[in-house]
């Protein structure tokens, strides 16, 4: 019987430390956001899983605007698209443009400046209960932090964070479907 009470304490201690570890990067992040500071939220993120992330995204939202895409379409979409989309978010992912990202929602090429409710920056890890409700687990190594209010896919926004070495970092931003249908309207006309 005590080897099950000390199991379940290991148990328990280790998902603490989990997901304690978890809120201390996420709040580091918040608070570099927060200040401004480019320098430290990019020292906390993983550039070319965000990156990968984001492409994907708009990727997704250009196939579905060409509604049911023919598969050679779909290729050129996959390679092409996704080129010009890399272009653009080399412009977008500049550590100035992440932190306005994280700290206030803004999108720079979004028309929809309003579109992104909450960002990181309002996030608050101190608040437990809200926090563990805006997460979401996706894998081991991966969770999802909702920043929006609202869960609505059209509007809701999210930040996944991937354990690395040591720590968590920012690994990909959701943004809002209509955000991202307006990012992805930049393609056809580039």
Request: no cysteine; aromatic share 4%.
């Amino acid at each position: 019987m005590r080897w099950l009470v000390g199991g379940v304490a290991a148990v328990a201690l280790l998902i603490g430390a989990y997901l304690g570890s978890a809120v201390v990067s996420l709040n580091r992040l918040a608070e570099s956001a927060r200040a401004g500071d480019g320098a430290a939220v990019v020292a906390r993120t993983d550039m070319e899983r965000l990156r990968r992330s984001l492409v994907d995204q708009i990727v997704a939202a250009y196939l579905e605007r060409l509604g049911r895409p023919k598969p050679l379409q779909q290729m050129l979409a996959n390679t092409y698209g996704a080129s010009v989309a890399d272009a653009m978010l080399s412009k977008l992912l500049t550590a100035d443009n992440l932190t306005r990202l994280l700290r206030g929602g803004e999108v720079p090429g979004a028309a929809d400046a309003g579109a992104i409710p909450a960002a990181v920056g309002a996030v608050d890890p101190s608040h437990l209960v809200d926090l563990l409700g805006r997460l979401q687990f996706i894998q081991p190594r991966e969770l999802a932090v909702r920043t929006s209010e609202s869960s609505d896919p059209e509007h809701a926004s999210a930040i996944s964070i991937h354990f690395e070495g040591t720590g968590w970092k920012l690994s990909g931003i959701t943004l809002p479907r209509t955000v991202v249908r307006q990012l992805a309207a930049g393609i056809a006309v580039k």
